[in-house]
């Protein structure tokens, strides 16, 4: 068998067992009043199933690195592919439907914003001549901050993992949880640039009118998941609780309890080193770990 499909098919046995048991993390946040920390810990919750993946890949990378180009082993192709077959299904379809997520037109929002390196806001002309000019703003205001923080890309990445859990319900209650957090923070961030609340309110009611008035909707205020882009209606059960937030006054700026202290530049500080090392120790002991476990000889 070819060396790198060997470390691929590995790699989706181990990493797909790994999120599989990963995939019963606990689904509830802690009461954070802070919403840039309640933001950070959804985030945290949704993404961490998925960090051993390059952990385990850097370790297959370093000992693939040592073995023969076809490698040699005993086990029976079929047995390989039984072994395999279920999460390979799992990440063939997480990686078609993260797919179809870019390729797919987004529906009809009202306003939304899209694109991963250089976000852009659309605004329905529909919806924009039903509202007044602060409610416009509001909106606007509000997708703009999606736009800075590249939030459709966080949004596809946190569905691909997600749909790597299939089928655990605490994986999609997970995302439901951070988006809702994530709505609550662009809803703050817009206010504290100087929008008002109550115009923010009215815009996201009026969005869900206008969605569920599409056809098709069957009533809906939101559409299904899977799309590439960030939504100013949000989750149609946490519609409430956040037209509360809106029209509540604006909390008073505090210190949050996780701040983004490492930015990328240093997250990749952490993560470099970290893989190196990795791949490192799979090229010093991957055959002597991997040899026995696949009865592999060299």
Known sequence: MERETLSTMLLMFFGGGVLQVLAQWPTGLPPLADVEALEQAAWFRVCLPALPLP???AWLAGWAL???????TPL?????????????LLFLRALLRAAWALLREPPECGVSTVGFMTPRVLFSPFLARQLDEPVIRAALAHERAHGRHRDPLRIWVAQLITDLQWPWPQAR?????????LEWLRDEEARRAGTDGSDLAAAVLASVRFVGAQPGSEGRAVPGPQFAHARLVGDGESLQ??????LAPLPAAGQSAVRRVLGVPGRAAVWLPLLTGILVLGVLFGSAVMGPLLGMTV
């Open 173 to 181: 209650r997970r995302l439901e949880n951070w988006l809702e957090a």
């Open 66 to 72: 040592t073995q023969p180009d076809p490698v040699r």
């Open 55 to 57: 952990l385990i890949a």
């Open 76 to 88: 029976d192709p079929v047995v390989v592919v039984a072994l395999w077959l279920p999460f390979g």
């Open 241 to 246: 609780r956040r037209v509360r937030r809106l």
